[in-house]
């Protein structure tokens, strides 16, 4: 499986488990969309450090080439899910220790 697919599969998984499993529906808040913002915006800078350094370096076979702020777009869609799943978790147990 290439980067590509798993990072697209992730980003699909965080969805489903944020608006239809757990249910803490972050995706319909506003709140989320300005945390992810200012998150992507580090993200972003990040990236472009460690991949215009040759720091961190991706295979060519295992991405599709398109490229944000030096790094594969595939990054986004990893980072999206990562910060999804993680606040839609956290939601979740906090949820779970209210009641």
């Known amino acids: 499986m290439t980067?590509?697919?798993?990072?697209?599969?992730?980003?699909?998984?965080?969805?489903?488990?944020?608006?239809?499993?757990?249910?803490?529906?972050?995706?319909k808040r506003k709140v989320f969309w300005v945390s992810y913002l200012i998150i992507v915006s580090f993200q972003l800078l990040t990236n472009w450090w460690l991949t215009s350094r040759n720091i961190v370096m991706y295979s060519p076979d295992a991405i599709i080439g398109l490229r944000v702020a030096s790094?594969?777009?595939?990054?986004?869609?990893?980072?999206?899910?990562?910060?999804?799943?993680?606040?839609?978790?956290?939601?979740?147990?906090?949820a779970l220790d209210k009641r």
């Open 3 to 27: 980067y590509t697919q798993l990072a697209i599969s992730a980003a699909v998984l965080a969805i489903v488990f944020d608006l239809y499993i757990f249910e803490t529906k972050l995706l």
């Open 71 to 94: 790094a594969p777009v595939e990054d986004l869609f990893f980072g999206f899910a990562l910060v999804l799943s993680v606040l839609s978790n956290w939601i979740r147990l906090g």
